[in-house]
């Protein structure tokens, strides 16, 4: 079984340029993640999507950050304009209906390592 | 405050040697997760604890769930270098699988 594909696995941008990440998640998984992880820190959950509608965006900073998930699958994480504190893990993770199952895990991609100068 | 705290943060042990993690959080929930990071590596689930009580083994790692002291453990036996990695806990306090995770436990085991 594939696991949860991300691209591109590093960046370097300066700060105040813009850019975007890419996660496709595990076939038949209705439920997609976008975490933040920094240095010598657990994930922090930014967005949350259920099929192509967001659950929660409340720790998603709006003025700079962006998110989408065209028809339920594939999904892209943008920033724009960056800051250093920008500078972090990105991680896609995805996961079958926690709805439904309440044993259900997150599955993890091996993330975007962003920084910025 | 919703809060995960794990401790120790980090922890050097010998191969052969037990030990144990812990995971406090600060509000009720009987949903609890842990999962294990290699360095550059991805997060993999280890365990999944859904009730008072739960206790899940997998090789030589065990984990419990005491909801009421809201407590969970991450209990090593005869620990081997293939377990040095770094070790989360996660807690879902909603019940909607938005998860607060703890700073992680980094784990080094010596020959």
Known sequence: EAGVAQSPRYKIIEKRQSVAFWCNPISGHATLYWYQQILGQGPKLLIQFQNNGVVDDSQLPKDRFSAERLKGVDSTLKIQPAKLEDSAVYLCASSLDPRRDRGEKLFFGSGTQLSVL | ?111
């Open chain 2, 1 to 111: 405050e919703l809060k995960v705290e794990q401790n120790p943060l980090f922890l050097s042990m010998q191969e052969g040697k037990n030990y144990t993690i812990y995971c406090n959080y600060s509000t009720t929930s009987d949903r609890l997760y842990w999962y294990r990071q290699d360095p550059g590596k991805s997060l993999e689930s280890l365990f999944v604890l859904l009730s008072n009580g739960a206790v899940k083994q997998e090789g030589r790692l065990m984990a419990s769930l005491d909801t009421k002291a809201r407590l969970s453990t991450l209990h090593i036996t005869a620990a081997v270098h293939d377990l040095s990695a770094t070790y989360f806990c996660a807690v879902d306090f909603w019940s909607n699988y938005q998860l607060i995770w703890g700073a992680g436990t980094k784990l080094i085991i010596k020959p």
